[in-house]
């Protein structure tokens, strides 16, 4: 069974920083893109960044390009967002999700993101 | 960057059928993957490539794509199916960037 396990959320101050993983099981973690999915408080789904099998190709939308980076270790299974100068509109929960071409098949529960004073 | 259009709500008896839209610029043209979320719960899969289903997603769920619009197809809409749903597509015209629609709320009457 595939399992994505997201951590690391929390409330941070603006212009904080914070880093998300996601843990990976079930399937080939190397095999795959992985992305990270975000989706504001009652609002839609928003595609963060993705990261190819061996890291060597990352992507961004562009109002994250420059303050997050995203990272994997297939060693470990895992899956990172390091996320710097924060501000209030990242707020949001952070979804791990793994990527079949360019659809995302499977995804993790979560991790809420608070960004407030 | 590319636009992806959806109802905000659409309405359905039980057992009857519900369709959900999905506008885009030439969007038959694009291959479209919808997702289904309930409340408090993570995105799940239920149509990719316009329309194949995963595994595990029941035969009522269809969808089609054509011109400059994509529809997921519901019959026999049940009780469980109460969720929202949201279409995707990847847009090649610029820097990998993965484009969401704006997510329609189904509610079974």
């Known amino acids: 069974e595939v399992q994505l396990v997201e951590s690391g959320g929390g409330l941070v101050q603006p212009g904080g920083s914070l880093r998300l993983s996601c843990a990976a099981s079930g399937f080939t973690f190397s095999s795959y893109w992985m992305s990270w999915v975000r989706q504001a408080p009652g609002k839609g789904l928003e595609w963060v960044a993705n990261?190819?099998?061996?890291?060597?190709?990352?992507y961004y939308v562009d109002s994250v390009k420059g303050r997050f980076t995203i990272s994997r270790d297939n060693a470990k299974n895992s899956l990172y967002l390091q996320m710097n100068s924060l501000r209030a509109e990242d707020t949001a929960v952070y979804y791990c999700?793994?990527?079949?071409?360019?659809?995302?098949?499977?995804w993790g529960q979560g991790t809420l993101v608070t960004v407030s004073s | 960057s590319y636009v992806l259009t959806q109802p905000p709500s659409v309405s359905v008896a039980p057992g009857k059928t519900a369709r959900i839209t999905c506008g885009g610029n030439?969007?038959?043209?694009?291959?479209v993957h919808w997702y289904q979320q309930k409340p408090g719960q993570a995105p799940v899969l239920v149509i990719y490539y316009d329309s194949d289903r995963p595994s595990g997603i029941p035969e009522r769920f269809s969808g089609s794509n054509s011109g400059n619009t994509a529809t997921l197809t519901i019959s026999r809409v049940e009780a469980g199916d109460e969720a929202d749903y949201y279409c995707q597509v990847w847009d090649s015209s610029s820097d990998h960037n993965y484009v969401f629609g704006t997510g329609t709320k189904v509610t079974v009457l």
């Open positions: 990261i190819k099998q061996d890291g060597s190709e990352k």
């Open positions: 030439n969007i038959g043209s694009k291959s």
């Open positions: 999700a793994s990527q079949d071409d360019v659809y995302f098949d499977y």
